[in-house]
């Protein structure tokens, strides 16, 4: 995903990322509430025979589009992607969680801390990153059985972290506004 919009509800939620032209035509359409950030994006339409002005559309790198209000949003999000670890090895940060070392993601695997042969499920709070060489030495073992520790205890993002993972050309204003969501999400988590 190359230059994207942070869509958000009227109320500041995050609903997801838009390329600037959706969000040129919500601009068109008027369903902008509000906007934030720096204007990343200008389109120029025709010129209006009535006024003799030529149309223009700037885009911020946030905007609020009218619409439903999430109260919610700040729950985890649901499932782990199935065959994409991406989003995987950017919550751990391409480090190993058996070793700790830092790998390029060619390097990477998946692993499940209760295996699926033992009946561990493929979830967020059950996998983790390691680099091949540990995943192989692990094999179909739990860590203790292995005789290996955890580095970092894995966890379910919640929805902003879930946009942070997704897209690897966040803006500086975009980065800033979902951090702060995510760290408001995660003292609302540990206080439920």
């Not at 009535?50 to 009218?66: H, L, P, W």
Request: glycine fraction near 8%.
């Amino acid at each position: 995903m190359s230059l994207a919009i942070l869509a958000l509800d009227s109320g500041g939620q995050p609903k997801g990322w838009m390329t600037p032209e959706t969000a040129a035509c919500q601009y068109a359409r008027g369903n902008v509430v509000w906007a934030l950030g720096q204007v990343i994006c200008t389109f120029r339409g025709g010129i209006s025979r009535r006024t003799g002005e030529r149309s223009v559309i700037e885009v911020a790198s946030i905007i609020a589009c009218d619409g439903e209000h999430r109260h919610n949003v700040w729950n985890p999000v649901s499932a782990l992607p199935g065959r994409d670890n991406r989003m995987l090895f950017a919550r751990d940060r391409n480090i190993c969680c058996y070793c700790g070392g830092v790998f390029p993601e060619s390097e990477l695997t998946r692993d499940h801390i209760v295996p699926r042969s033992q009946g561990g499920r493929d979830t967020w709070e059950n996998c983790v990153t390691a680099c091949r060489r540990c995943n192989l030495d692990k094999a179909g073992r739990t860590p203790e059985q292995a005789g290996l520790k955890l580095l970092y205890v894995p966890y379910r993002p919640v929805k902003s972290e879930k946009l942070i993972l997704a897209n690897r050309h966040i803006l500086a204003d975009q980065m800033e506004y979902l951090l702060a969501l995510a760290k408001s999400h995660r003292t609302r988590l540990r206080a439920a």
